[in-house]
């Protein structure tokens, strides 16, 4: 289900905005544009959340673009994607320039579409957050963002706060410091566990409900390793159960899949998070990179 996040897409590339527009039409509301001219028409039609734009573009390219936009109060409020070679990165674009992140080309479609998508549900977390009711806590449900898709937003939102996760009776808590996991707590009627290995637990959930609370705190600290160590370790947990076949999780969270490992490692794999290792080959006997897109200029 795509997120309620406004994605204006410009590539004069028609492969490449096509491409890209079916693989981002899932977790965003996306409108293209084949050029700047027509992109600027459209924004000041239906502002957009996220402009993720080719750099090199005839006439006005897209940091020009993006400038414009910014330039106008009725298009200024929205995060920037630019698409760029790796030469123009280094060269001619800078870290404080306008863009939130970049994409070297030549890139995947998949590595692509990975990293815009975690842009998208960073949006998506903070428009949930200014809709919040009077209680100020943000609900939602799983089957829309997953745990991995939360996490990743609240890190690279720098937030604090407190997550609520509930899911066939288990119940698991998650304090975030500016982005980081401080402390975590998991109970179950099979036992509790807290710190790394209850996150561990719960990064396979791809149902059940979530709260998140940003007037939550706690003293404690538990947690080992930083959210983003937590989320590589705890998908190379979930590799190595789902490839050795292991059965239900056991207490100490060192075996984590169960009969939904495999959905929540193909979703877990779409999150932007790659996992340890190189790609597995698939079952036509070609790695994942290999039966990728590249996408160039």
């Known amino acids: 289900m795509a997120n309620d996040v406004k994605l204006l897409l410009v590539d004069d590339n028609p492969m490449v905005l096509g491409m890209l527009q079916q693989a981002l039409t899932p977790f965003a509301r996306v409108v293209a544009a084949s050029d700047s001219a027509d992109a600027l028409l459209k924004a000041v039609d ?49 870290p404080q320039d306008v863009a939130d992140d970049y994409l070297a080309k030549p890139f995947f479609l998949k590595d692509a579409t990975r990293r815009i998508k975690r842009t998208v549900d960073r949006i998506a977390l903070e428009k949930m957050a200014k809709t919040a009711p009077s209680d100020g806590v943000v609900r939602g449900n799983l089957s829309q963002m997953n745990v991995i898709d939360l ?55 791809t149902g059940g409900n979530f709260e998140l609370n940003f007037e939550g705190k706690t003293d404690q600290e538990t947690a080992q390793l930083n959210t983003q160590g937590l989320l590589m370790e705890g998908l190379r947990l979930l590799d190595e159960a789902q ?18 490992a495999p959905a929540a490692s193909a979703t877990a794999s779409g999150s932007g998070v790659a996992g340890s290792g190189s790609p597995g080959p698939s079952r036509s006997g070609r790695t994942e990179e290999e039966e990728d897109v590249l996408l160039d200029n």
């Open 46 to 94: 239906d502002p957009p959340d996220l402009v993720v734009c080719d750099y090199r573009m005839p006439g006005m390219d897209g940091r020009q673009l993006v400038e414009k936009l910014k330039s106008r109060p009725a298009t200024a409020n929205f995060s920037a994607v630019l698409m760029a070679s790796r030469s123009d990165i280094d060269e001619r674009l800078s």
């Open 151 to 205: 996490m990743q937003s609240l890190e690279m939102g720098r937030k604090s706060c407190q997550l609520k996760l509930n899911h066939q009776g288990d119940k698991c808590e998650v304090f975030f410091v500016e982005g980081q996991v401080k402390h975590a707590t998991y109970g179950s009627p099979s036992g509790d566990l807290v710190g790394d290995q209850a996150v561990f637990r719960v990064l396979r959930w």
């Open 243 to 260: 490839r050795d076949g292991a059965p239900e999780p056991s207490q100490d969270g060192g075996a984590i899949a169960d009969a939904t």
